[in-house]
């Protein structure tokens, strides 16, 4: 398999995980001011649901992002399987 037949698929698992990480961040620092506003406040933080909304969003978003990472993989090794097996039956007809 050629190395351009990959590049598509392989760069938006890529920039799939990227965006991951990056959500697992954002979910963290939202965790920590959250923390950080319970603590502080005597009385609940008017931002509060705000941050839970934004967490849920979050927790949402790496959700489909995992999800479409898994998608990707499955279609990159059924791509692969088909190749192998064009590859075959090329070979067989030699």
């Known amino acids: 398999m050629s190395k351009e037949q990959t590049k598509p698929s ?3 698992v890529q920039d799939l995980l ?4 990056e959500l697992k961040v954002a979910v963290e620092r939202l965790k920590l001011e959250l923390a950080d506003a319970q603590s502080n406040a005597g009385g609940p933080d008017p931002r509060l649901s705000e941050l ?3 967490v849920e969003r979050l927790r949402y978003q790496l959700a489909s992002a995992r999800a479409e990472v898994n998608r990707m993989r499955e279609e990159r090794d059924e791509l692969r399987a088909g190749i192998e097996q064009a590859l075959e039956k090329l070979s067989a007809v030699e």
């Not at 990227?18 to 990480?21: N, S």
């Open 10 to 12: 392989e760069s938006l």
């Open 18 to 21: 990227a965006q991951r990480r």
């Open 52 to 54: 839970r909304e934004e």
